[in-house]
């Protein structure tokens, strides 16, 4: 393909920034910088949009950096890390206004300045690798089409980089490894096999192994199959194939903006959806009347029974929400949300809407398809009130948002 160039004006949702050729067609080029000119080729070529790969950078911008990490630009974990972190955030701001008004149909949303990672390098306490055709742990490489080996990582906790850099496994049938930190510094390995059958291990250093099974739970090889994490000085148990969220610091911000936004007095009637181990419903069981809790994964569930062994006006349902939602004739006061990044099945907002709480609180790592379940509510009477972006996953282009919407009847 021949090079052209091209000047960069804006960010779009997915980590690249877009303009426009000759033709008036929309180019997505990656790391690149809204307000660059550079030479690029192209890669994907569809009739209203094509993508390019960068050659060569004209004019940069001045909000551009040199990226900390050696496997940047072929990973594909990071998107950013080619942009000061202050501007990082300004451009996450605006791609979340752009996919509310496109998608959403909210022409002026309300929404504040993304809330900064207080650790925007080496926050994570998790992180999953693939295997590589010989066997390698690595990335997937979107540059590449292929899972790249990787020696070094700039987002997770460094003690987990050391628990990485200690590992030596020779598992023809591994298909993905997660690895845990726990509070106390020590490491829970989750391995996913092709055959699902449990490999012969050998472990000459302290980590746990566990074995995560198809159906999302997980049998213990070495150790224990969970992990402890202290939130807001909170213990809470986390099994092997229980979801948490990478950074506990933004986890303790979410927790906050989600407690600010209920406004509890007591009194109220909670209904959460996908609720994991428990983490919020702890801190939002003292503050009002009861709390019902959807989650699909047994293991979530049972810890969730452990986590939440001190409170006494909660009650744990296990299976799809979709399936259980309807049963529940109670009608809650507010109801939380906080689905796979998928977002929520056309059959669960039409059975919110019967349920007709006056508050929904939305927590979406997906702005697309929060601004799309977002135009279902408003067609349900909901409008949005709202939002908090928080930076869960600094130098990538994800953004978890917390968002709060009023039905019609009760503003």
């Known amino acids: 393909m021949p090079s052209f160039e091209i000047t960069l004006t804006e960010m779009a949702n997915g980590g690249v920034a877009m303009g426009r050729d000759d ?38 911008s001045p909000q551009r950096v040199e990226p900390a990490c050696p496997h940047f630009t072929l990973c594909g974990g990071c998107h950013f890390q080619h942009i000061r972190y202050e501007d990082q955030l300004i451009y996450k701001e605006k791609v979340i206004r752009d996919q509310l008004s496109r998608i959403g149909g909210i022409e002026t949303p309300s929404v504040a300045e993304v809330l900064p990672n207080p650790d925007p390098w080496r926050y994570a306490s998790d992180i999953s690798f693939s295997t590589t055709s010989d066997g390698k742990l690595g ?24 628990s990485f850099q200690d590992i030596d496994l020779e598992l023809a049938n591994l298909h993905r490894l997660t690895l845990r930190l726990d509070q106390d510094g020590s490491a829970l390995a989750v391995l996913e096999m092709e055959d699902g059958e449990p490999p012969a291990l050998e472990s000459n250093f302290p980590i746990s192994v566990a074995l995560l099974l198809p159906d999302g739970t997980a049998a213990n090889l070495v150790g224990d199959n969970y992990i402890v994490r202290s939130i807001k000085g909170r213990d809470f148990r986390v099994s092997a194939g229980s979801f948490f969220y990478p950074s506990i610091l933004a986890l303790e911000l979410m927790i906050d903006v989600i407690l600010s936004f209920a406004g509890l007095s007591g009194r109220e009637s909670l209904l959460e959806l996908y609720s994991g181990v428990g983490t919020l419903t702890a801190f939002l069981a003292p503050t009002c009347a009861d709390v019902a809790c959807f989650e699909l994964n047994p293991d979530s569930v049972n810890d969730a029974a452990v986590n939440l062994l001190d409170t006494e006006n909660i009650s744990l349902y296990e299976g ?51 601004a799309r379940d977002g135009k279902r509510l408003g067609a349900k009477g909901y409008r949005l009130i709202a939002m908090q972006p928080i930076d869960m996953y600094p130098q990538s282009f994800q953004t978890l948002t917390v968002s709060l919407w009023q039905s019609a009847d009760t503003s």
């Not at 089409?145 to 987990?160: A, D, G, K, N, Y």
């Open 23 to 60: 033709q008036e067609r929309v180019i997505f080029v990656p790391l690149t910088i809204p307000g660059e000119r550079v030479s690029v080729e192209t890669v994907t070529d569809k009739k209203r949009f094509a993508r390019a790969r960068l050659l060569d950078i004209l004019e940069p």
């Open 139 to 162: 990335f997937w490489s979107p540059e590449l089409s292929r899972v790249i080996p990787v020696e070094t990582c700039f987002i997770i906790r460094q003690r987990l980089l050391e």
């Open 320 to 370: 799809p929400v979709e399936e259980i939602l309807p049963l529940i004739s109670s009608l809650p006061d507010v109801l939380i949300i906080d689905p796979p990044e998928s977002g929520l099945p056309v059959a669960i907002v039409d059975e919110i809407a019967t349920k007709s709480p006056g508050k929904i609180i939305y927590i979406s790592s997906d702005i697309a398809t929060l």
